[in-house]
């Protein structure tokens, strides 16, 4: 299974941008590329997925590195709603790799 | 559209018991997934199921099993309870499945006495 490095915790200001990094060296091919975040008291909430190219969506981008080996989330103006944790998740075709590591807590100050 | 919902919220058992959780998913839904939170853990699969078969399974023991019905709602069972299965369970639908988004519920957490 690909492993993810994620920082455990980073911490922004209110409107500013936020890049969430993750290490997935050891991912396939055919792995996508996930993030879910998860507020406090509240289940996981699906936030973008990618494979190969950036994506955009209206909740943030998704910067994917060439060799695929690390991956970017963009949260282009933090608020306070945007503090959880946030989790990459490479995902193989055969759905049976889908496992959150221990994610980035992000800290958004006002 | 009503998200997914999990029934109980809270539960307690003592170790030895056995318990049923609920999970109804999004209208349209087929795929249903079951995941365990802990502190210690962190968010853990434990199966998916998928028209009514399950499609794939995490590393937990055979204590943990689940089902699907007709209309998607799905059941998971814990057997002979341990003081570690105090934990958050969480459920999720998709449409087709792990690789699409998947909508969570807000869980139900068990305590074992």
């Known amino acids: 299974d690909a492993k993810t490095t994620q920082p455990n915790s980073m911490e922004s200001n209110e409107e500013e941008p936020v890049h969430l990094p993750c290490n997935h060296s050891t991912i396939s091919g055919t792995d996508y590329i996930h993030w879910y975040r998860q507020l406090p008291s509240q289940g996981p909430e699906y936030v973008i997925h990618g494979l190969t190219s950036n994506v955009n969506n209206r909740m943030a981008s998704l910067a994917i590195a060439e060799d695929r080996k690390s991956s970017t989330l963009i949260l282009h103006r933090a608020t306070l709603r945007d503090a959880a944790v946030y989790y990459c998740i490479p995902e193989g075709g055969n759905f049976n790799k889908f496992y959150f590591g221990s994610g980035t807590k992000l800290n958004v100050k006002p | 559209k009503a998200g997914v919902t999990q029934t109980p919220r809270y539960l307690i058992k003592t170790r030895g018991q056995q318990v049923t959780l609920s999970c109804s998913p999004i209208s349209g839904h087929r795929s249903v997934s079951w995941y365990q939170q802990t502190p210690g853990q962190g968010l853990q699969f434990l199966f998916e199921?998928?028209?009514?078969?399950?499609?794939n399974k995490g590393n937990f023991p055979g204590r943990f099993s689940g089902r699907q019905f007709s209309n998607s709602r799905s059941e998971m069972n814990v057997s002979t309870l341990e003081l570690g299965d105090s934990a958050l369970y969480l459920c999720?639908?998709?449409?087709?499945?792990?690789?699409?988004?998947?909508?969570f519920g807000d869980g139900t957490r068990l305590s074992i006495l």
């Open positions: 999720a639908s998709s449409s087709q499945g792990l690789g699409q988004p998947q909508h």
């Open positions: 199921y998928f028209s009514e078969t399950q499609r």
